[in-house]
T-cell receptor, first 113, second 109 residues
Framework: DVKVTQSSRYLVKRTGEKVFLECVQD?????MFWYRQDPGLGLRLIYF???????EKGDIPEGYSVSREKKERFSLILESASTNQTSMYLC????????????FGDGTRLSIL | RKEVEQDPGPFNVPEGATVAFNCTYS??????FFWYRQDCRKEPKLLMS???SGNEDGRFTAQLNRASQYISLLIRDSKLSDSATYLC??????????FGQGTRLTINP
């Protein structure tokens, strides 16, 4: 079974803090993704990566950055957290081929105070 | 128009009933389709892929209609444990998955 692990289930941070969300997958997947999920808005893609040291902007990259130094790890960074970044953050991974489904981590519920 | 559209529901059906959801997509070049299930406060989990010829997995049947650009999910003999939000997913350009907003289903005893 694919295992995608996110570092925290719940996280509370303050406005202006730099926040790191970590995601690790154990299936040697090339593709990794970060989403946020909000009521009424569904899943929205923030950033994704097809390979080490490679990143692409998703639909809502503003206020976020990512890092992929190793194939198994994809980090999401909130440079200066704001209250509108309070959300559920979901990491996913998949094999390189385009017809493969994504497998999700448990999610991180982030609250910015 | 949204790339992927679903009726958000909620659908409330009695246990044992048959229920069906549709999902429409706008990109006619889309090649891969999935249904995911998401329980409250949990991550989405793959329910089944959708193949061109239609496919079945136990009580679940998925179908694709390319001409009308929609996919469907049929659940027969529904169980209480089927209560969840069902997400329609379409693979768009550059291997990006596009998620519908989900259809909430509640099975009542």
């Amino acid at each position: 079974d694919v295992k995608v692990t996110q570092s925290s289930r719940y996280l509370v941070k303050r406005t202006g803090e730099k926040v790191f969300l970590e995601c690790v997958q154990d299936m040697d997947h090339e593709n990794m993704f970060w989403y946020r999920q909000d009521p009424g808005l569904g899943l929205r893609l923030i950033y994704f990566s097809y390979d080490v040291k490679m990143k692409e902007k998703g639909d809502i990259p503003e206020g976020y950055s990512v890092s992929r130094e190793k194939k198994e790890r994809f980090s999401l960074i909130l440079e200066s957290a704001s209250t509108n970044q309070t959300s559920m953050y979901l990491c996913a991974s998949s094999l390189y081929r385009s017809n493969q489904p994504q497998h999700f981590g448990d999610g991180t519920r982030l609250s910015i105070l | 128009r949204k790339e992927v559209e679903q009726d958000p529901g909620p659908f409330n059906v009695p246990e044992g009933a048959t229920v069906a959801f549709n999902c429409t997509y706008s990109n006619s070049a889309s090649q891969s389709f999935f249904w995911y299930r998401q329980d409250c406060r949990k991550e989405p989990k793959l329910l089944m892929s959708v193949y061109s010829s239609g496919n079945e997995d136990g009580r679940f049947t998925a179908q694709l209609n390319r001409a009308s650009q929609y996919i469907s999910l049929l659940i027969r003999d529904s169980k209480l444990s089927d209560s969840a939000t069902y997400l329609c997913v379409v693979v768009g350009g550059a291997q990006k998955l596009v998620f519908g907003q989900g259809t909430r289903l509640t099975i009542n005893p």
